[in-house]
């Protein structure tokens, strides 16, 4: 990632995603139309262009006993996967959709190209 320019995204903190690529994409049911399962965004990694969303990309790690975890075992914890895995989710179309930028007033609003509405 460059370092000159700081990189603009159309993805921010609390807003629903469907994940399009990996293990967690959605699958044909057996009528043949995608099942969509809407996920949160709990953080925009900008830097490394990465996105942290809740439920996804769950690893595992295994922990020795220490004076804070006494027990130790198997925690599991997000990881984040890349920005371009993931599509903004538009409940008035229910469906994906790509996102356009419209200065408004001097405020910049995030509008989806399916639906028309503003997120």
């Not at 990694?45 to 027990?71: C, F, M, R, W, Y």
């Amino acid at each position: 990632m460059s370092k000159r320019f700081k990189p603009k995204y159309n993805i921010k903190k609390g807003d629903l995603v469907i994940v399009i690529s990996g293990a967690a994409k959605p699958r044909k049911d057996d009528n043949g139309k995608y099942e969509y399962k809407p996920r949160l965004v709990k953080e925009v990694l900008v830097e490394d262009g990465k996105v942290l969303v809740e439920g996804v990309n769950i690893k595992t790690k295994h922990t020795k006993p220490s004076a804070q975890n006494t027990k130790g075992g198997i925690v599991k914890t997000e990881a984040p996967i890349h920005i371009s895995n993931v599509m903004l989710w538009d409940a008035k179309a229910k469906a994906p959709s790509k996102v356009k930028r419209v200065r408004e007033e001097g405020k910049t609003q995030r509008i989806f190209k399916k639906s028309g509405e503003k997120i």
